[in-house]
């Protein structure tokens, strides 16, 4: 039997809030003394943080891709450690996922940007021929969330962190619409949770468009309220629809990495564009917090968006996703065109 998207994470009813502390030059405190530690980042920002750390990592592994492959060899040339520090962004914080994973050792993250919810979430987010795909589950042990090293950060960079939260006015949509056609079950006291959380990011609109501590703080706090609707429920079906299908199927036919939230803002726009969804308030929204989700900040060009329109229910359906607007929209190339206008 061929296994769906979501099957392939393990979800734990058990879940626990891992330990956040949040503050000022923390990042001196991603090991104790005599801990032996690996870094998974990339190589600008290493550049930036290694004098910063407390002792000299064992080993440091920069990311290319997530493709498996890829993450196989770099965790082979890891020598023992202890722990195992994510520093950096979305890819960054799977990457240390998945070597603490393998080395059963514990992990710390300390995310520079927030532009995915990778550093909070237990889940294993990879890539394999291009297709997102869950490898494994693993325990965080502390998240250091340093408002000195973020704010180091493009601001966009941030800002765009509130992209895996807003996407749950989509998909809690597509949840509802699945619920309709009997494809899933629904739970209305997660769904009503998850509502919550979108008021509150709502109200903390202008702290995150300022990135401003409480902003950064809001994030983070949304995320780690989403992780544990999902561990619970054992779904991302309140956080993940087809907003997220259409930025997987981006990297899909584009073979090409992206900010998350980047793509992610794009996403949510163009599905509640066409479940006629407050497309005006989500775009106001997205204003106030000082995003711009347009097409050519990602430079996606109008033949590479048209075949992701074109392509995107296939995708979707082979690769086990939920069920979507996306299932029962035609994207005739007058529809294609009007939404390619509309997000440029």
Same mark, same amino acid.
């Given at each position: 039997m061929k296994v769906g998207h979501s099957e392939e994470r393990f979800y734990d009813p058990n879940w626990q809030r891992p330990e956040v502390v949040y503050g000022d030059h923390l990042i001196s405190e991603v090991v104790k003394p005599g801990e032996r530690f690996?870094?998974?980042?990339?190589?600008?920002?290493?550049?930036?943080?290694?004098d910063l750390l407390p002792a000299?990592?064992?080993?440091?592994?920069?990311?290319?891709?997530?493709?498996?492959?890829?993450?196989?060899?770099?965790?082979?040339?890891?020598?023992?450690?202890?722990?195992v520090a994510g520093i950096g962004g979305g890819s960054s914080h799977d990457l240390a996922k998945y070597i603490a994973l393998k080395r059963d050792a514990k992990l710390v993250q300390v995310p520079t940007i927030l532009s995915a919810d990778a550093s909070v979430t237990s889940a294993i987010g990879i890539r394999e021929g291009w297709r997102v795909k869950y490898v494994g589950h693993v325990i965080t042990d502390r998240i250091l969330v340093d408002f000195s090293l973020i704010k180091q950060a493009p601001k966009e960079l941030v800002r765009y962190g509130a992209g895996d939260i807003l %996407?749950? =006015?989509?998909?809690? !949509?597509?949840? @509802?619409?699945?619920t309709?056609?009997?494809?899933?079950?629904?739970d209305q006291s997660y769904y009503d949770r998850a509502r919550d959380i979108l008021t509150m990011l709502e109200k903390k609109r202008f702290e995150i468009g300022d990135v401003s501590d409480e902003g950064i703080?809001?994030?983070v706090e949304l995320y780690l309220g989403f992780a544990e609707i999902a561990e619970k429920l054992k779904s991302d079906r309140a956080q993940e629809? %087809?907003? =997220?299908?259409?930025? !997987?199927?981006? @990297?899909?036919?584009?073979?090409?990495?992206?900010?998350?939230?980047?793509?992610?803002?794009?996403?949510i726009l163009a599905m509640s564009y066409l479940q006629n969804n407050q497309f005006e308030k989500?775009?106001?929204?997205?204003?106030?917090?000082?995003?711009?989700?347009?097409?050519?900040n990602v430079s996606l060009r109008r033949e590479d968006f048209s075949n992701i329109l074109m392509t995107l229910k296939t995708f979707t359906e082979e690769g086990g996703y939920y069920y979507s607007i996306i299932n029962e929209k035609e994207f005739t190339r007058l529809k294609i065109e009007e939404l390619y206008e509309t997000l440029s």
């Open positions: 690996a870094v998974a980042t990339m190589e600008i920002l290493w550049n930036l943080v290694k000299k990592p064992e080993a440091v592994v920069f990311v290319r891709d997530m493709e498996l492959r890829t993450l196989e060899s770099l965790e082979r040339a890891i020598p023992p450690v202890d722990v %996407s749950s =006015h989509t998909s809690s !949509y597509d949840w @509802e619409l699945a309709s056609r009997g494809k899933e079950r629904f703080r809001t994030i629809g %087809s907003e =997220h299908f259409f930025a !997987y199927n981006v @990297e899909y036919v584009t073979r090409k990495q992206y900010v998350h939230g980047k793509l992610l803002a794009i996403g989500i775009m106001r929204l997205m204003s106030d917090m000082e995003l711009e989700p347009k097409l050519s």
